[in-house]
């Protein structure tokens, strides 16, 4: 009996030839526990060196190989060819972002982005090693420990139109780390990530709430940034009510 | 150490259709919120000008009262009321996100949330309503 396929097609661009992407076809063979990546590099492997694409752990962790499945941002390592057999499935890189070639996109907007809230602890006064660690209580640690798991994949950007509208968007991830180190008790450098509160930061944001959707891990930067909308506005009337008090 | 950032000149920048709010029925709904509010808007534009209408005499009153009792009003005032209803159960949604509401150490699930908000506003809603029916009769 001949073995089961599954047809992929697959955005290419190849910038030395291409003047725009165009779509390949490649039919590979069905199996049930392989996952969209596993028919990446059976292509790249028996059928077709010259695909280029970016992964590298395989379970979820490294936020590589996230890609356009069907017109959905998913980590291809995660999506099951048996949740699409036997329709075709359509492979391209990551909405939003510029394509380098095939299936790579360019992330340089997103580092970027990402290096401006500053996430890391800041403090303002550093107590000496020998002081011991910084103690933090389970109630503590709640409020911010969902946000610490975002492996910047970037499927948020690619879910959320307002970034593709307003490329100035701070967007989702970078927001909801920068909210994740605001939220830490130990860290003393909110009034270094203002960043957050100005026009293209929170305030871009119409919650169409897509990326909360998307996230592989369960990390809800919708919310992250609806609440840094409610702090930042109570603080802004908390500087107008109260001048003198400590913001 | 600086980043190494790929050739510009050979990026390809893909646009956004016009059409992206038709290719998911999520984007079609936030479409749907976002419009909502302009129906909102604008039956208040109308509730103001009844008002208005109210402070020239109890004639002008009525004259536009008529107006509105045509089947154009009656119609946009149907569709404004399903937009509002719309965009009064996206707000208790969004409520949810924006306050988490804890019972001790317990948080309150989302849709528990969504449902004790719209549990108070029928409460309110039907007060209203019965205040309204009292004073008329």
Not at chain 1, 56 to 66: K, P
Not at chain 1, 82 to 99: A, G, S, T
């Amino acid at each position: 009996m001949a073995e089961p396929t599954i047809t992929l097609n697959v955005t290419r661009y190849r910038p030395d030839k291409d003047r725009a992407p165009t779509t390949q076809s490649y039919v590979v063979p069905y199996r049930e526990d392989w996952v969209v990546l596993d028919a990446l590099n059976h292509i790249k492997d028996q059928m077709d060196g010259t695909l280029s694409y970016r992964w590298s752990c395989r379970m979820g962790v490294c936020g590589s190989c996230g890609m356009m499945v069907n017109g959905t941002p998913k980590l291809t390592c995660a999506a099951f060819l048996r949740d699409y057999y036997p329709q075709e499935i359509r492979v391209e890189p990551l909405v939003n972002f510029p394509i380098i070639r095939d299936l790579v996109i360019d992330m340089t907007d997103f580092m970027d982005k990402l290096k401006s809230v500053k996430p890391w602890i800041i403090r303002k006064d550093e107590k000496p090693v020998s002081e011991g660690e910084y103690l933090q209580t389970p109630a503590e640690l709640e409020a911010f420990h969902q946000f610490t798991q975002c492996i910047n994949c970037m499927l948020c950007y690619a879910a959320c139109p307002v970034y593709g509208l307003e490329p100035k968007f701070l967007g989702p991830a970078a927001i909801a780390l920068g909210y994740r180190y605001n939220m830490d008790s130990r860290d003393q450098g909110k009034d270094q990530r203002e960043i957050i509160g100005n026009h293209d930061g929170i305030w871009d944001c119409t919650f169409v709430g897509e990326c909360s959707v998307v996230c592989p891990k369960h990390v809800d930067p919708a919310a992250a940034i609806q609440r840094s909308k409610v702090d930042t506005t109570k603080n802004w009337f908390q500087s107008i009510l109260m001048p003198w008090g400590q913001r | 150490m600086s980043a190494v950032r790929p050739d510009a000149s050979k990026l390809y920048h893909r646009k956004m259709p016009a059409t992206w709010w038709l290719t998911k029925q999520s984007y079609f709904l936030f479409m749907l919120r976002e419009l909502s509010s302009v129906f909102v808007a604008l039956f208040l534009v109308v509730y103001l000008c009844q008002l208005y209408q109210l402070s020239q005499g109890p004639d002008a009153y009525s004259a536009f009262t008529q107006k509105l009792s045509s089947p154009g009003w009656i119609l946009f005032h149907l569709v404004a009321l399903l937009f509002a209803l719309y965009h009064s159960f996206t707000w208790f949604q969004s409520s949810a996100v924006v306050l988490p509401l804890r019972i001790g150490e317990r948080l309150i699930s989302r849709p528990i949330v969504t449902a004790l908000h719209v549990g108070a506003w029928a409460i309110v809603s039907v007060v209203v309503l019965v205040l309204f029916l009292a004073l008329k009769s």
